[in-house]
């Protein structure tokens, strides 16, 4: 059974910074590439950032360009979202998903494996 847990949800001030977690575990589980996305109260989920591990490289959302880094490693099936900059919009609980194979990184639907999510609570 696949599992993606995240961590390092919490609430912090404007202008803080957050580093999110998301390990993943189970047998039978590969991956080309893991996305994070958020959902605000009453609104969609949204892309955030993704990386690729053939390509190795990253997208962002043109809403945390600039603030949000994501890395991981893939032999050891970990990514990280490294926040910086918070803003009270980006308060909203923060999923990341894995894809079996590649057919784009921004849709929620490109996506084969999600984790429960982690709170991110952004005060002003």
């Known amino acids: 059974q696949v599992q993606l847990v995240e961590s390092g949800g919490g609430v912090v001030q404007a202008g803080g910074s957050l580093r999110l977690s998301c390990a993943a575990s189970?047998?039978?589980?590969?991956?080309?590439?893991v996305g994070w996305f958020r959902q605000a109260p009453g609104k969609d989920r949204e892309f955030v950032a993704a990386i690729g591990w053939t390509a190795g490289g990253t997208v962002y959302a043109d809403s945390v360009k600039g603030r949000f880094t994501m890395s991981g490693d893939n032999a050891k099936r970990v990514v990280f979202l490294q926040m910086e900059n918070l803003k009270p919009e980006d308060t909203a609980v923060y999923y990341c998903a894995g894809a079996s194979y590649y057919r784009g990184y921004e849709r929620a639907s490109d996506y084969d494996y999600w984790g429960q999510g982690t709170q991110v609570t952004v005060s002003s």
């Open positions: 189970g047998n039978g589980f590969s991956t080309v590439a």
